[in-house]
Structure formats: C-alpha cells, structure tokens
C-alpha cells in the first residue's frame, strides 16, 4: 500500500512538471504566448482542488521516500536505484529557492510570481542562479523517468510502447529548456532598455533587500530541515538494528552449503543481497516482478506472516503455490528455513510475466506427441545447407500450425523431430482428443507442404507420429534463460518410443489404447498390437493406422 501512494503521488507531481514544462516550451514562439499560456497553468494547479492534490502529492511523497529510506535494511542498492536515489536529494538543495522565490513569495510577500519575475530575477543574479534553475528540470524529470521505467517496464504493452516513451522523454524536457533559454535570452535583450527591469519588478511588487533576505532565510530552513530528516533517518537506521537483535536471529539455508543469518526485520531479498547471494529482482524488491519469488520451507515455516493483499495478487498472476513467496516483501519471524530460488539472478521482465500455474513443477495428466520425419537424412544429402535449412522450417511451421490449431503446445524441435504437450489448460479427455486432432493436422499439413515442394523433392517427406497420454511430472526447466516449461517421466518416454515404431509397423500413426479409452475414441480399422516398451513393465496396446488422415476431424 505504502509503494502505491508513493507511485500515485509521483504520477501527480510527474503530471505538474509536464504541464509546468510544456508552458515553458511557449517560449519558442514568444514572451507572451509564454505568459498567456501561464494562465491555462495557473487555472488548473492553483485553484483549490489543485493545491490540495499538488501539495498533499508533494508532502506524500517526500514522506514516504525518507520512510522508504528508514526502512531499508540494506544500503546495498543497483547503479539505477543510487542514481534515483541520488537525483531526489539533489532536488531539495536545486528546488527550494525557486519553490519559495515563486510560490511562497506569492502568498506571503505579495508578489506576483509569473515569467517576468522569475526572468527578471535570473537575468539580474549570477550565472549560479541559471544553472540551478535550469538543472532542476533535468534532475527532476531523470528523477521521475527511472521511476517511471521501474513502475511500468513489467507492464505487456510496455515494450510496444517504449519508443513513443522514449520520445516522449526526449522532447518533453527539451521544448521546455528551448523555451525557457529563448525566453531568457529575450528578456535579456529588453532588460538593456532603461527602465525595464524596475517597471517589471514595480510591476511584479518585487521584495526589498529585506524581503528578499527572509526568502532566502525560508529557502535555506527548507533545506535544513531536509538534512536533519535524512540525518534522522541515516541515526535512526541502528539503531532499529539494535533492538530488532534483541527479538533473535533469522537463519536462511539456500542449499550448496550456503546460509544467510540476520536480525529479524530484513526482507529475504534484503539478507540475500547482504549474503552476496545472487538474487533475481527486476523491480528492485517492489513487489511488483515476481522475479524475486522463492520457495521457503523448514521447522519454522508455520510462524511466517500471511502475504498482504498486494503480495497475493502477484503471486496469483505467476500460479505461484502456497510455499512460495516474494523474496522483497517477506520478512520472517525469528526461526530457521530453508530457501530455494525459483528464478535465476539473470531473471529478466519476461519472466515476471509467465502465467503458466505449473511453471513451479506439479504432477498432471497429459497426452505427450512426438513426430519424426522418416528419411530425411538421403533427403537432405547433395543439397545445400540453405535448402535444408529452407525445408527444415517449412516442416517445422506446418507442424507447428498444427499443434497450435488443436490446442496443443509444442514442446521442443528435436533435429528433425517434434515433441509437442496436451492438457496444460485442458481436461484429460479433451487433452487426449486434441493429440488425436494434432496427428491428423500435421498429415494433412505434410500432404500439403509435398504438393508445394513437389518441384524441388525427389520424394514426398514422411513423418512418423507417437501419441500416449498419462501422468507426467510438469515444470519450468532449464538453466537461465534456456529454461521452459516441459514435461518428464513414463508418459513421455512411452510417447517416444511409440513414434520409433511407426518405422517397425510402417505406418504413420502408433498412438496407445490408453489414450483412445480416455478420448472416448475407437479406431475399428487400425491394426491392434501388444508391444513391450523398454523401461515398462507388462505389455502396451497400441493402434497403428498407415495414414493419420483417417482420423475423424476432432476440432471442437
């Protein structure tokens, strides 16, 4: 909840430094389109509703930084989170003069706070004063753009969108400089006629020297005040260490022989990042990737806190299970558990968005296809490498279509072989039937990818299709970012050897009773075996049928 009011109130003072922006990028055509469009600005930031979003905004947010500050258990932080983090200090120091020479100024002093004022200012101080006015648009608008990209790099449409963004970004702060240095330079062209800047600062009720030395004495109270927070914050850091020790010690054991142990109050993330133990975060630990997730387990796993409503609806969106959690947003109790990363270091935003519940490994019922081309080595012999490659993706997209058209998955190519999955997000039966649906799509996908080939082949490819249907140990596996979800065991194993069959029968379909039974499906034509498979116990019933265009269509 806390990150969320802090991201909501950026996007309000995001959308005031916009607005402020594109009133200075007027500067471009003249003073008094610039002044004029000052109005519109004026009308919509200084009425009531306005102040009151804008300034509850602003307190929010620099609230909940020095309390994410406090927070923190660890300082040890990404090039980018020091960049922001950096950025935002520097905006008080940069800021505070202009916000009081405008604002406060306004309110207090009577002045009337518009371009000419705040021109004239520059144009009579030092160069010093130039360079903080116009460094502050920098720092703030780098400021919200890293904040931005954290908050919404995860989102589906975010990479589509980047390029507009990233224009975005650029010509935003550029108009508003073009048009605040035009300006200036103008101004500073009138302020030589004689009399100009005292009938602007007549004009503008401008201080006296007093005035002016109260303004400046707010400005640097202001940043006092700032330093004694973020001093506050820094103190109050150990001392929260000291008394969270008394509550005892937190253990994490990763496995590999490696253990994490610390005060209790650290988040997972925070004691591995301590550890030195690579930790995936593509968030930066705001509980809004997933790529943090862990698996924690151990004799004091009973005493871990709920997940908040935030964290839950995270885990949801993966399918995660109810022994894995968010790394950044659990911080256990005093006890001992045991920690296994579900994701690698290397993790990136794609992960973060992978919705498949069985990802994290589960045993389900699935039917499993295999397919191999028959003969394609004496096909591909005295052809050039292009032409193989050429034929090769041919096959693999008529395949592929099909497999997808019947609601299956493909698993993996294999040279020139296929293993495609049934029933990730379907019912054993309608699993079975779309396996059955998929050896008929790709026959008929062959006969037709020989008809285009024709020309080029000096004999129609053939293809060999196992099917058999069974429980199978489902999961994400692999090693960083070759990983993908697959399946194991018997069923598998069975599938495949079935398909090397279709070469002993010399047909083109072998497919288990099994898989027909739960279908609800009889092949009265095909020719019925026992055959024994290696690594099996007993004998298998098998229906072999020399052309799998016979199946009935099964598309529902």
């Not at 991201?7 to 200075?24: D, E, I, K, M, Q």
């Not at 009579?124 to 919404?152: D, K, M, N, P």
């Not at 194991?488 to 009773?513: C, M, P, Y």
């Amino acid at each position: 909840m806390i990150g969320r009011l802090r991201l909501w109130s950026g996007y309000v003072l995001l959308a005031y430094v916009t607005t402020h922006l594109l009133n200075h990028a007027l500067g471009l055509v003249s003073l008094r389109v610039l002044e004029a469009g000052r109005h519109w600005f004026v009308f919509v930031w200084q009425s009531l509703p306005g102040q009151t979003i804008l300034y509850g905004s602003l307190l929010l947010h620099l609230s909940l930084a020095f309390w994410a500050l406090f927070r923190r258990r660890t300082l040890m932080l990404s090039r980018w989170e020091w960049t922001q983090l950096g950025l935002g200090a520097l905006i008080i120091p940069f800021g505070a003069l202009h916000v009081v020479g405008t604002r406060i100024a306004h309110d207090y002093f009577g002045v009337q706070s518009g371009y000419p004022w705040v021109l004239g200012s520059l144009v009579v101080g030092t160069w010093l004063g130039i360079v903080r006015q116009f460094g502050l648009v920098l720092l703030v608008w780098i400021h919200a753009c890293i904040g931005i990209h954290f908050a919404w790099r995860l989102k589906p449409w975010y990479r589509t969108w980047l390029p507009f963004l990233y224009a975005v970004a650029l010509l935003v702060p550029a108009a508003g400089l073009g048009g605040a240095a035009i300006a200036l330079r103008d101004f500073a062209e009138l302020a030589q006629r004689p009399g100009f800047l005292r009938s602007v600062f007549e004009q503008a009720h401008a201080p006296g020297a007093a005035g002016a030395a109260s303004l400046h004495a707010i400005s640097n109270t202001l940043m006092g005040v700032a330093i004694v927070l973020l001093l506050a914050c820094l103190v109050a850091r150990p001392l929260r260490d000291f008394w969270e020790r008394r509550a005892g010690a937190v253990v994490l054991a990763y496995g590999d022989r490696r253990t994490a142990s610390a005060p209790t109050g650290l988040s997972i993330l925070e004691m591995s990042r301590i550890a030195g133990i690579p930790h995936a975060s593509v968030c930066g630990g705001r509980g809004r990737c997933s790529t943090c997730r862990v698996r924690i387990r151990g004799p004091d796993r009973a005493l871990l806190p709920p997940a908040s409503p935030e964290e839950q609806k995270v885990l949801a969106r993966v399918g995660a299970p109810d022994d894995v959690r968010l790394a950044c947003q659990l911080r256990p109790p005093p006890g001992r558990y045991r920690i296994t990363l579900l994701l690698p270091a290397s993790a990136g935003p794609v992960e973060a968005y992978r919705r498949q519940p069985q990802a994290h490994g589960g045993e389900r019922y699935v039917a499993i296809l295999f397919a191999d081309m028959r003969g394609f080595t004496s096909i591909s012999e005295g052809r050039l490498p292009y032409d193989v490659v050429f034929i090769l993706n041919r096959y693999f997209r008529a395949t592929g279509q099909a497999v997808q058209a019947a609601g299956g998955r493909i698993d993996k190519f294999i040279g020139d072989g296929v293993m495609a999955i049934f029933g990730l997000d379907a019912e054993p039966q309608a699993a079975c039937r779309q396996a059955l649906d998929a050896a008929r799509r790709m026959a008929v996908a062959l006969d037709d990818l020989n008809e285009a080939l024709s020309g080029d082949l000096d004999q129609p490819l053939r293809i060999g299709i196992g099917l058999h249907a069974g429980s199978a140990i489902v999961g994400e596996m692999g090693f960083e970012r070759t990983s993908s979800l697959t399946a194991i065991g018997d069923t598998v194993n069975t599938a495949s050897r079935l398909e090397a069959l279709t070469k002993d029968f010399d047909v083109e379909l072998v497919v288990s009773q099994d898989l027909l039974d739960r279908a609800g499906m009889d092949l009265p034509t095909a020719a019925r075996h026992d055959v024994e498979i290696r690594g099996r116990q007993g004998k298998l019933t098998v229906c072999a049928m020399t052309h799998a265009t016979d199946l009935t269509s099964l598309s529902s």
